[in-house]
């Protein structure tokens, strides 16, 4: 694809006669990505959701250790079915641990690329608004090798994305 976009730069370059006022423009979209007022309101949204979750992670996590420590420090005078029974119990919270820990993480890659993918549209959205507003023929975002500051206009496309609400 980036092979593909940059032949057809070249040609274009390559026909100056015929596209002399040809104007170029790109976005840098990690750039928006982190500075974006939306993506820090995304976050926290997401971290409100997540947080009872990763609570709950925390409270299984000290109960394992302290059923780790009671063994370290009781186990030599357990009875043998007493400390099997804590062997067990403490295999079970770890295994239930890392099930619940495996699918936090999983819920939360699903959400952080639904918000991501919000994002992005309103980037494009955002984009081709300053691109049909300052008439640019062609603007570009992800693999620019170089460019020079007047095609950049990265920093309209934060403004704007600051300037639209939610």
Known sequence: MKTKIALFIGLLLSTTSCFAELKIGFVDMRTVLEKAPQAEKATKRMELEFSPRQKQLLAQEKEITSKEERMARDGAILGDAERSNLEKDILNKKRDFKRSQQELGEDFNVRRN????????RIIEASNAIAKEQHFDLLLYDG??????KVNVTSQVQQKLMSTPE
């Open 114 to 121: 639904e918000e991501l993918g919000k994002l992005q549209r």
């Open 144 to 149: 620019v090798i170089y460019s020079s500051d």
